[in-house]
């Protein structure tokens, strides 16, 4: 076969559209990676709408990373201290159907639980969300997302009546001014900010930029106005900036009286954000206020973007309905150029929410709490009505508490890795070694999750399993398998319907291919505001990515609108989107005299997560040696820190140690550190040690981007910044975990 495939780039949810040439090309040598494996060619699909054949450093370097240090074969042990032994899938399927039939029956179906991922296809989803809310009657399947989009799909359903962005890619081409708020899009979302970065260089003076980060990232250098606010302020700036916008008459009353619900209540709130206050409180110039309002006011469409500075907080539900509310007021939504915009984090998050792989959803965009919605779901998949519990299941730090109680007895882990991801790592880890029973499911040995599993089960991960996955406005592309199954690997969906096989659930495991899988999906998608029953693996492959909505009798090729609420209309009862009011209640863990400084977590450019890939791709590693901690210079002239002197960081949780990266790229009194690092990768530089689990009530999204810290410098003058890394090949592949 020397034909190229097209699917789309695994890492993140911009989705960018991918080409793939296998290793052997007549009359040319055979393309091999750094280890010498044969390796795929990967470059920019020029065809994929989201993409136009863009790629970033990721994308481009995936191949790289499929050979190495997989997980091939089934293992399994009977205690975590002992090493794992390889057993076949028959014995490790009939260990886990006997454990799960055991906590069943004798703790019930609510000590079960499983913690998924944005990174399965929607295919590996679904089937989950049968097993699990349906077959077995527990909600408790939750997914990394609770970790990253689940503010805004809250944010999302209290202003409009649903989830889903409303926006397009087309809309950073048409835009007046981009709001950016929260989001290092340059390094995290790159060829979202490539497209908006040309088309803004393009329209120099006519297009504005705005960027809110209290770090001074790549892409707040290329704003035209960067406002470095103080963490955990964004509520008060918005607030602040809808008081200019009011005061200086910059609304849309048509509207609002026509289309919203709530306003008065919103005024009444935003009247206590005068600027002089606002500026003080957010740590900004007065004027930039009054420049961030004026472009807001002035530009006849205003796109705003977020991910993580605003999800991953105590009040990310009230921050995404407060960036909701600026664009309600001025009527900048359903239109070219204009909306809230959430970017994905995962490349099929949103894939996930379609199919409901959250605690607290059901696929179609449904809602647990919505007795409707179950007999809908329970009368699809032939379930007893009454099956799919009434309330919701634990999200991923409720399943915590439950292993520190005794409360879970049966824990499935697949396509994360949460003895690095949690908060309060520390207290993450004590609560997984507590575990009667671990399941671990990922593509690759070791990661750190591996040393708290009772069984390991290999998993084929992209380019080894046929399935879709939908990008951040809203575009589903099929990823189809074009590469061998190394070992044993199994797709994840295959394996869950096998176990829901051998529970007994002959009927609702019938599928022999993730097509049908699909196609029963999106069956239940019909006349739901995620309406995909016009989809099929079949028309993607022929007719290429697609967006939703797209109902079986739209045209599928141009009948797909590009946007949502075009029409002004929402999925509230009465048709009207919601105000909400929103005071700013600021950080759950604010500064203070023993802990002075505030810590914020995040991503570098080359790295995804926590290394399972990057960390084994040769050209990613170099870019980005080592592990570090941003500090301003004035606070390292205070504790007398040299550049890459190594900084001991203590917040109220734990400890951990990073050569000092002296910037003023930082504002005083604020620390950074990127979130990559797990314990195989670096020794007491995992920041999630210091992270806390305080979360929003609403979304229940743990505010992983602030905790207070207190840094002091390491004296000991053996410690380098080269003697924190460890190769997780040399201490752990030939070893078994242990913990
Ligand atoms: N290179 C790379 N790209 C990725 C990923 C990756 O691992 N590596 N992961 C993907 C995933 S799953 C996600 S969720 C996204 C995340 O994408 P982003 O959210 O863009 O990335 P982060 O670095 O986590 O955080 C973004 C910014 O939030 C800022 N911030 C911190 N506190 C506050 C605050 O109180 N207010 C405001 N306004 N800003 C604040 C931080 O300074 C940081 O620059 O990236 C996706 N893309
Ligand atoms: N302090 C702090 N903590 C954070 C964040 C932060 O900004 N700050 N960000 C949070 C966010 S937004 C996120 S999304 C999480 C991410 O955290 P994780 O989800 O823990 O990170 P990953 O490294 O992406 O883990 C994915 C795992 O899935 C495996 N895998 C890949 N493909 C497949 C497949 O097809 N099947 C299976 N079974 N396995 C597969 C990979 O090998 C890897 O082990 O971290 C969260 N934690
Ligand atoms: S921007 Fe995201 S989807 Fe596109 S190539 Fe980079 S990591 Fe992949
Ligand atoms: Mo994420």
Redesign the pocket.
């Known amino acids: 076969m020397t034909d190229s495939k097209k699917t789309l780039c695994p ?3 911009v989705g960018c559209g991918l080409e793939v040439s296998p290793p052997a090309q007549p009359g040319k040598p055979v393309n091999r990676d750094s280890q010498g494996y044969p390796s795929w060619k990967v470059q920019g699909d020029r065809n994929h709408p989201s993409s136009q054949g863009m790629v ?1 450093v ?1 994308g481009a370097t995936i191949a790289e990373s499929l050979n190495k240090d997989r997980l091939l074969y089934p293992m399994m042990r009977e205690t975590l201290d002992q090493p794992f032994r390889r057993v076949t899938w028959d014995e490790a399927l009939d260990a886990i159907v006997n454990r799960i039939q055991t906590v069943r029956y004798t703790q019930g179906a609510d000590s079960i639980c499983m913690y998924g991922s ?1 990174q399965f296809q929607t295919e590996d989803y679904y089937v989950a969300q049968k097993l699990i809310k349906g077959c077995l009657g527990t909600n408790n399947f939750d997914a990394n997302s609770r970790l ?2 689940s503010s805004a799909v809250s944010g999302y359903i209290q202003s409009f009546g649903a989830d889903g962005p409303p926006c397009c890619y087309d809309d950073l081409e048409l835009t007046n001014c981009a709001f950016l ?5 340059a ?4 060829i979202v900010f490539n497209r908006l970065r040309k088309y803004h260089k393009k329209n120099s003076g006519k297009v504005k930029m705005i960027v ?4 001074r ?1 790549t ?1 707040a250098e290329a704003a035209d106005l960067h406002l470095a ?6 509520i008060d700036l918005m607030n602040g900036i809808a008081y200019l916008l009011l005061r200086w008459g910059y609304i849309d009353h048509q509207f609002i009286d026509e289309c919203t619900a709530n306003f008065p209540a919103y005024a009444e709130v935003i009247s206590q954000y005068p600027p002089d206050y606002v500026a003080k409180k957010c740590g900004i110039e007065l004027a930039d206020l009054e420049t961030a309002a004026r472009y807001w006011g002035q530009s006849k469409s205003v796109l705003s973007m ?8 105590s009040e990310g539900t009230a921050k995404v309905q407060t960036i909701n509310n600026l664009h309600l007021m001025t009527g900048q939504i359903g239109k070219p150029g204009a909306g809230p915009f959430s ?4 490349p099929n ?1 949103m894939g996930g929410r379609e199919a409901g792989g959250l605690c607290h959803i059901l696929p179609g965009y449904r809602m647990v709490k919505n007795p409707q919605h179950r007999a809908e779901i329970e009368e699809l998949w032939g379930l007893p009505t009454g099956r799919i519990a009434a309330k919701p299941g634990l999200s991923v730090w409720e399943m915590i508490e439950g292993l520190e109680t005794g409360k879970v007895g049966f824990l499935w882990v697949a396509a994360t890795n949460p003895a690095v991801s949690m908060p309060d790592l520390e207290r993450t880890k004590k609560a997984l070694l507590r575990s009667p029973f671990t399941v671990y499911q990922d593509a690759y040995y070791p990661t750190e999750t591996a040393a708290y599993a009772h069984v390991l089960l290999p998993a084929a991960q992209w380019s080894e399993k046929t399935g879709t996955m939908t990008n951040s406005e809203r575009r589903v592309t099929l990823c189809s398998a074009f590469r061998d199954r190394p070992g044993e690997t199994k797709a994840d969906w295959e394996i869950f319907a096998e176990v829901g096989r051998l529970l007994g659930f002959t009927e609702q495991f019938k599928f022999t291919n993730s097509a049908e899988v699909y196609a029963e999906f999106v069956r239940l998608t019909k006349n739901r505001p995620c309406d995909m029953t016009g989809l099929s693996h079949e028309k993607l492959n022929t007719q290429g990515p697609q967006q939703w909505p797209c109902p079986a009798d739209g045209n599928l090729v141009e009948g797909a609108p590009a946007r949502l609420y075009t029409d002004n209309r929402f999925h509230t009862p009465d048709g009207r989107a919601r105000f909400a009011a929103y005071h700013s209640r600021g950080l759950a863990e604010p500064p203070d005299p023993d802990y002075p400084f505030v810590l ?10 926590t290394q399972t890939r990057t960390g084994r791709i040769e050209k990613i590693t170099q870019m980005h040696p080592h592990p570090f901690i941003e500090i301003h210079p004035r606070d390292a002239a205070k504790l007398s820190i040299q550049e890459e002197e190594l900084v001991e960081v203590r917040s109220r949780r734990g400890f951990a140690r990073f050569p000092a990266k002296i910037t003023k790229n930082i504002s005083p009194g604020t620390v ?1 550190v990127p ?2 690092w797990g314990a195989l990768w670096a020794k007491d530089a995992e920041a999630n040690v210091l992270t806390h689990p305080e979360a929003c009530p609403v979304s229940l999204e743990p505010e992983l ?2 905790c207070a810290v207190q840094l002091a410098k390491v004296t000991a003058d053996n410690l380098s910044a080269d003697t924190l890394l460890i190769s997780p090949k040399s201490s752990m592949l030939s070893a078994s975990p242990s913990v």
């Open positions: 890492y993140c949810g970033c990721k944005g990253c989009m708020i929260g989001t290092n899009t390094e995290c979302h790159p809110v980060d209290p770090r990232t892409t606010i103080k963490p955990g302020t964004d977020w991910s993580m500075g605003i999800n991953q907080s970017l994905t984090g995962q998050a914020t977590v995040g991503r570098l450019y080359g790295h995804w997560h950074f979130m990559h981007k602030a």
